[in-house]
């Protein structure tokens, strides 16, 4: 089955919530996503990178801002492509979808940031527009974030919800180990 990775948003404004004390889960993350675009880049294998651009310029993914840029260890290499979006899913608004079918791509393997943001909105887009889809539970990673209700979740709580509501439904959820296998 022709696969591609899809890695999402890995960029700076993350690494300053990091450094600034945010909450996070899965500290591993960005070794498992160094692995698999390692893995990929070896096999010849499609990869694909994403990156969210505010359109405020109060935004730390502001096009212009230090945070827009990409995290080091996930920057593109040679010819893989860039896909800009300005909302949350990788494929609204973006010739994502095209770029996958030009290149006769049937699963997807998900990576990036966030568990519960914009890497659970790709794979819920790319089920829905019928990709086979893998999400690499180990590859992502979560926030802690308080609820309307006042009600403050871990960041491990909020990954493993992530996890559950798309395996099965939207996605195969996998470790790297397990996706490296395949």
């Given at each position: 089955?022709?696969t ?6 890995v ?9 600034n ?28 990178h ?10 730390p ?27 949350s899913?990788a ?11 030009a ?80």
């Amino acid at each position: 089955m022709n696969t591609a990775l899809l890695v999402i948003d890995v960029q700076m404004a993350l690494l300053e919530d990091d450094n600034n004390g945010a909450k996070r889960s899965n500290p591993a993350a960005a070794d498992n996503i160094t692995r698999l675009l390692s893995t990929f880049r070896e096999k010849g294998d499609v990869i694909v990178h994403v990156h969210h651009h505010g359109t405020d310029p109060e935004d730390p993914f502001f096009s212009e801002a230090p945070g827009a840029a990409v995290q080091p260890f996930a920057a593109p290499q040679g010819d893989e492509p860039v896909v800009i979006k300005l909302g949350s899913s990788a494929f609204v608004g973006t010739d994502l979808e095209q770029m996958l079918r030009a290149k006769n791509i049937e699963r997807v393997v998900i990576c990036g940031a966030t568990a519960n943001h914009c890497a659970e909105s790709a794979a819920r887009s790319a089920s829905n527009l019928g990709f086979d889809t893998l999400y690499t539970s180990d590859g992502v990673w979560a926030y802690e974030v308080t609820g309307p209700d006042g009600i403050t979740h871990s960041a491990e709580t909020v990954h493993s919800v992530s996890l559950s509501t798309l395996q099965g439904e939207f996605a195969e959820v996998l470790t790297t180990e397990q996706i490296l296998a395949l």
